[in-house]
Every structure is written in C-alpha cells, then in structure tokens.
C-alpha cells in the first residue's frame, strides 16, 4: 500500500461530460502529481503540485485542471470529455518536488468516456 | 515529446536467469533515473534509483547502470523470479527552474517463464 487514495477507481461517462478525480498524498507529502495512462502508453505527466501551489505542468489540456486543497488533496477536473480522454489517470506524492525524491503512485481512476 | 524511450516493449526471460531492461534518453539535463514496476491493477511502485555522476547502483537482486556517454541505462534482475513478472517504467528527472519534471519511459512487459 503506498499510501496514495484515489477515488473513484472506475469512471464510466459521456462524451461531453465533466468529471473529478480525487487524490489523498500519502501522510507528509506535500507534493502531488498527475499522469496520464493511455492504451499501450507510457505515463504522461500532467500537472504537479508543491503544498497548494502549482510548480509544473506537462501535457495538459486546456479542458483540463487541477488544484491543491489546504488539507494538501488534490481534484483533477476533465470537462468537454472526449473519447480520447479514456485512460488511466494515476495520481502520485513525494514529499519534496522531483530529483531523487521517488514517488508514490496511487492505483489509479479507469475513465472510460462513450 | 519522447525523452526517455524503452524500445523492447516485451521481454520473456526462464526463470533463474538475468532479466535486463533497457533504457535510453536524449536530455542531457536528466540528473536522476529511477525504475518503477507496475502490476496489473495497480499504480507504479518505486524500485531503485541511479544519480546522474554515478554509475552503477545495486539493491539487492536489481542493479542499475548508466552510461552517460552513450545516454543509456539499463536494469539487471539477478536472478529472476515469478513474481518479477510486471510492466517497468524507466523515468528520467530533470531540474527546470525550481521544480523538477519526471519523464517516463513507454514501459517493458517482463515475463518470467517457471
């Protein structure tokens, strides 16, 4: 178990649709970071987060943002969905940004957009 | 953009033999590599890592190697087991300003035959 809870663990929504996806880092970390899993692909980095603050971004669609609560959760929102956007979407915490700092992925959101 | 690629998307190994993995990437600003495994189901879990003026790293039954010149690393499962039977993710961490950004390899299917 590394600490990382993603909810739900299954998503299965329209196209056109808006969804969030929810994460709790694991206790002590303050960085939060999402990536994106399509069909045979590798983790695509989305978007990271450092205590309430956005620090990185990646590949990330304008249709699609995040945020960093004070209780250090982070909800990732995809609006307009489209059938591309199926993937898994893993969420993952460190406590400090990057370098050797591993981290911790939870076990991801299937979405499935129709 | 593709920085870290993994070319062999599937390996079968007997078990009791060496599994090695490859990796290669094509930013010289990569100051950490690290390896992931993910099992079906779950997020990636972290596994060992290799700081860019090293290289070699070992832990236990896995090993890293760099070869900065060549800008290639590999992994070394000695020997392999059952349950090394898994996806791998190589990932690569560059520093950009004050935040770091992990890029992540396509991934190697390991499959170890009893």
């Known amino acids: 178990d590394s600490g990382v809870t993603q909810t739900p663990k299954h998503l299965i929504t329209a196209t056109g649709q808006r969804v969030t996806l929810r994460c709790s880092p694991r206790?002590?970390?303050?960085?939060v970071y999402w990536y994106q899993q399509s069909l045979d692909q590798g983790l695509q980095f989305l978007i990271q987060?450092?205590?309430?603050?956005?620090?990185a971004k990646g590949n990330i669609l304008e249709r699609f943002s995040a945020q960093q609560f004070p209780d250090l959760h982070s909800e990732l929102n995809l609006s307009s969905l489209e059938l591309g956007d199926s993937a898994l979407y893993f969420c993952?915490?460190?406590?400090?940004?990057?370098?050797?700092?591993?981290?911790?992925f939870g076990n991801g959101t299937r979405l499935t957009v129709t | 953009d593709q920085q870290v690629k993994q070319n062999s998307p599937s390996l079968s190994v007997q078990e009791g033999r060496i599994s090695i993995l490859n990796c290669d990437y094509t930013?010289?600003?990569?100051?950490?590599f690290l390896w992931y495994k993910k099992y079906p189901a779950e997020g990636p879990t972290f596994l060992i890592s290799?700081?860019?003026?090293?290289d070699k790293n070992e832990d236990g039954r896995f090993t890293v190697f760099l070869n900065k010149s060549a800008k290639h690393l590999s992994l070394h499962i000695v020997p392999s087991q059952p349950g090394d039977s898994a996806v791998y993710f190589c990932?690569?961490?560059?520093?950009?300003?004050?935040?770091?950004?992990?890029?992540f390899g396509a991934g190697t299917t390991v499959t170890v035959r009893a």
């Open positions: 990932a690569a961490s560059a520093k950009y300003s004050n935040d770091y950004k992990l890029s």
């Open positions: 987060y450092y205590n309430g603050e956005e620090r």
């Open positions: 206790s002590g970390d303050l960085s």
């Open positions: 930013n010289s600003m990569f100051d950490y």
């Open positions: 993952a915490s460190s406590v400090v940004p990057g370098g050797g700092s591993p981290l911790h």
């Open positions: 290799i700081s860019s003026i090293k």
